[in-house]
């Protein structure tokens, strides 16, 4: 202590403060400073998801197992939902929302929404897929057919393998009175006249509406 005042480096502890008091203040100080350092009392949760982003698949074909679709985001995600529900056989990993599986059916051109979720909230992407089916493969039995004018003709029906067939066609037109089977490809019917031989008709099968056709009611 100097002589005519205090030392400047003696605190003076009120008498309404005792030491008692000092470990309490001390730990109260520190909580105080942690606080202020991590920015306050209130807790910040995670980012939302963003930047959710899928490769868009080249058509698809039935029976084919697909290579898996894996998406890029940023930002930790909980789960993975997709609506409406993709194709049949295919499926969407609630954890890593990767897309993989067989489809089983054919199925016109739609988009899918993936979203992706964490507690900060949610990103969405969608993703392009349509579902074809395998080239038929037709054959009759012979490539040369005689009928004879105004006497039915025995039905000649072709052997199909592949995905099943929606519809059929022949070019160019048979003679009149042969019918092409509209269900099975089948050749029927009287022909009405007589007819110098011609080439063979190439029949064609589909099994599919167009990639981009909307899906009847």
């Known amino acids: 202590m100097q002589r005519g005042g205090v030392d400047r480096g003696l605190r003076i502890i009120p008498t309404s403060m005792s030491v008692r008091n000092l470990p309490r203040l001390l730990t109260l100080s520190l909580v105080l400073l942690t606080l202020a350092s991590c920015g306050g009392g209130?807790?910040?949760g995670p980012a939302a998801p963003s930047g959710l982003s899928y490769p868009q698949p080249a058509p698809l074909v039935v029976g084919v197992p697909i290579p898996p679709l894996t998406p890029t985001v940023t930002g930790r995600i909980l789960s993975y939902v997709v609506s409406p529900a993709l194709p049949t056989g295919l499926n969407v990993n609630p954890k890593?929302?990767?897309?993989?599986?067989?489809?089983?059916?054919?199925?016109?051109?739609?988009?899918?929404?993936?979203?992706?979720?964490?507690?900060?909230?949610?990103?969405?992407?969608?993703v392009s897929i349509t579902i074809i089916g395998?080239?038929?493969?037709?054959?009759?039995?012979?490539?040369?057919?005689?009928y004879t004018a105004g006497l039915p003709a025995q039905t000649t029906t072709?052997?199909?393998?592949?995905?099943?067939v929606v519809t059929w066609s022949v070019s160019p037109a048979l003679p009149a009175g042969l019918v092409l089977g509209?269900?099975?490809g089948s050749i029927s019917g009287k022909p009405t006249a007589a007819a110098a031989p011609a080439k063979a008709e190439t029949a064609k099968a589909k099994t599919e509406a167009p990639a981009d056709a909307a899906p009847k009611a």
């Open 134 to 146: 395998v080239a038929p493969s037709i054959a009759y039995s012979s490539p040369y057919y005689a």
């Open 158 to 164: 072709p052997t199909a393998t592949g995905s099943t």
């Open 182 to 184: 509209a269900t099975d």
């Open 96 to 126: 890593t929302g990767v897309i993989s599986g067989t489809p089983d059916v054919v199925a016109a051109k739609a988009s899918y929404t993936v979203t992706a979720l964490n507690a900060g909230g949610s990103a969405s992407a969608k």
């Open 42 to 44: 209130g807790g910040g």
